[in-house]
């Protein structure tokens, strides 16, 4: 039989051009290699703290160049290293990989940095570090120093909203600046949303509480305007939001473990049609998901508030969402009435006495638009 490290040696590079770590392994040691992969993402879950994390193996690198060789009882050297780095037509790097070989420890580095894009074009970011090894009694020091040197601490504002952003190694938080409105509740909308924003406001400021709000109505009448407003008038809670693709996962392992590190938190599904509809006309067990996160069995350990936003009449939404006990709070945004729209306008500095009809809140924001009229300079716009 042929001597495998010979055979692996005769293919060292794979079809991008890039050593092989495990071909390489193959051939400097005439066997197959363990690999152990060291992810942050766990750690960068520490996001919502204002902090997250990334691997440097530039560190790394400095230290192993900085050690002095003659010391043979200290291992930290390197006998080679490879890189590869790819840029796009804007120059900008999409991947960056780099393999150090540890002399003294029969150990392979592989570090890989890499931006690439879902079936959405999505970018999705891969920051991981592998060791090849042959025995791990032998290798666990020097895991220890990678984890110690490699591991970078980014220290970031205090945001109280973030997106949820999937990687290749899971759920990610990333912090979302959002702009400022000062939203009058009373003004904006109509009477019987006073009782409803307490509701509301009670409701997420609770620790340990779950559940689930639903808050429906045509486009344009403020449901958007007013999460904005709870947002900025709740900077200790925090707000995460999810698109409809996550909302699809919600019940999916890896996405109730991110859950999971995340509890007390007010998880924002906007647009949910997809979700809510009733399961005659929606063939997916979305609706089962959130159930089972929102107000099941899953709800009492994870902790996790829901506001889902939809257009769609009532009518339309699944019967076991309607249940009663289900629902912690609903709510339908309408036009704002015409005596409040006339109100809203004179407040925003428009002079008009009478309204034939109520107005959404997104109309009433942009008269001045629509009628090419100015606006006062202090005005917040609706969108």
Same mark, same amino acid.
């Given at each position: 039989?042929?001597?495998?490290?010979?055979?692996?040696?005769?293919?060292?590079?794979?079809?991008?051009?890039?050593?092989?770590?495990?071909?390489?392994?193959?051939?400097?040691?005439?066997?197959?290699?363990? @690999?152990? /992969?060291? =992810?942050?993402?766990?750690?960068? #879950?520490?996001? $919502?703290?204002?902090? !997250?994390?990334?691997? *440097? &193996?530039?560190?790394?690198?400095?230290?192993?160049?900085?050690?002095?060789?003659?010391?043979?009882?200290?291992?930290?050297?390197?006998?080679?290293?490879?890189?590869?780095?790819?840029?796009?037509?804007?120059?900008?790097?999409?991947?960056?990989?780099?393999?150090?070989? @540890?002399? /003294?420890? =029969?150990?392979?580095?592989?570090? #890989?940095?890499? $931006?690439?894009?879902? !079936?959405?074009?999505? *970018? &999705?970011?891969?920051?991981?570090?592998?060791?090849?090894?042959?025995?791990?009694?032998?290798?666990?020091?020097?895991?220890?120093?990678?984890?110690?040197?490699?591991?970078?601490?980014?220290?970031?504002?205090?945001?109280?909203?973030?997106?949820?952003?999937?990687?290749?190694?899971?759920?990610?938080?990333?912090?979302?600046?959002?702009?400022?409105?000062?939203?009058?509740?009373?003004?904006?909308?109509?009477?019987?949303?006073?009782?409803?924003?307490?509701?509301?406001?009670?409701?997420?400021?609770?620790?340990?509480?779950?559940?689930?709000?639903?808050?429906?109505?045509?486009?344009?009448?403020?449901?958007?305007?007013?999460?904005?407003?709870?947002?900025?008038?709740?900077?200790?809670?925090?707000?995460?939001?999810?698109?409809?693709?996550?909302?699809?996962?919600?019940?999916?392992?890896?996405?109730?473990?991110?859950?999971?590190?995340?509890?007390?938190?007010?998880?924002?599904?906007?647009?949910?049609?997809?979700?809510?509809?009733?399961?005659?006309?929606?063939?997916?067990?979305?609706?089962?998901?959130?159930?089972?996160?929102?107000?099941?069995?899953?709800?009492?350990?994870?902790?996790?508030?829901?506001?889902?936003?939809?257009?769609?009449?009532?009518?339309?939404?699944?019967?076991?969402?309607?249940?009663?006990?289900?629902?912690?709070?609903?709510?339908?945004?309408?036009?704002?009435?015409?005596?409040?729209?006339?109100?809203?306008?004179?407040?925003?500095?428009?002079?008009?006495?009478?309204?034939?009809?109520?107005?959404?809140?997104?109309?009433?924001?942009?008269?001045?638009?629509?009628?090419?009229?100015?606006?006062?300079?202090?005005?917040?716009?609706?969108?």
């Amino acid at each position: 039989m042929n001597n495998i490290g010979e055979i692996a040696s005769l293919q060292l590079y794979d079809y991008t051009d890039a050593l092989n770590p495990t071909r390489l392994f193959l051939y400097k040691y005439n066997k197959f290699p363990n @690999i152990i /992969g060291l =992810n942050p993402s766990k750690e960068k #879950r520490k996001c $919502i703290d204002g902090i !997250t994390f990334k691997f *440097d &193996i530039e560190k790394l690198i400095t230290y192993i160049d900085s050690i002095n060789r003659d010391d043979l009882s200290n291992k930290f050297y390197h006998s080679s290293i490879n890189r590869i780095e790819d840029v796009d037509e804007t120059g900008k790097l999409y991947n960056k990989r780099i393999i150090i070989c @540890i002399a /003294g420890y =029969n150990a392979i580095i592989h570090s #890989r940095e890499e $931006i690439i894009q879902d !079936t959405n074009h999505q *970018d &999705i970011t891969s920051d991981y570090i592998e060791v090849y090894y042959d025995n791990y009694s032998q290798v666990e020091p020097l895991i220890k120093k990678i984890w110690e040197i490699t591991y970078e601490e980014i220290k970031r504002d205090k945001a109280n909203l973030y997106a949820i952003k999937q990687t290749m190694s899971g759920f990610e938080l990333t912090p979302q600046v959002i702009k400022k409105n000062d939203v009058d509740v009373n003004s904006n909308y109509n009477d019987d949303f006073a009782d409803a924003d307490k509701v509301i406001r009670d409701f997420i400021s609770k620790e340990n509480e779950h559940g689930i709000i639903i808050l429906n109505g045509a486009m344009g009448t403020g449901k958007t305007h007013y999460i904005r407003h709870l947002i900025n008038t709740n900077p200790d809670t925090t707000f995460i939001l999810g698109t409809k693709n996550i909302a699809e996962q919600i019940a999916e392992p890896s996405f109730i473990e991110f859950l999971s590190q995340n509890q007390n938190t007010v998880l924002i599904l906007e647009d949910c049609e997809n979700i809510v509809r009733k399961r005659s006309m929606n063939e997916g067990s979305a609706i089962t998901n959130l159930l089972n996160v929102g107000d099941g069995l899953l709800s009492d350990s994870l902790k996790i508030k829901i506001i889902v936003t939809f257009n769609t009449d009532l009518k339309n939404i699944d019967t076991a969402l309607q249940r009663k006990g289900r629902l912690r709070y609903q709510y339908t945004f309408d036009n704002l009435c015409k005596e409040k729209s006339i109100a809203l306008l004179k407040k925003l500095g428009y002079k008009i006495d009478k309204v034939t009809k109520p107005m959404s809140l997104a109309d009433i924001y942009n008269y001045g638009k629509e009628n090419n009229i100015a606006v006062k300079e202090n005005v917040i716009g609706f969108n």
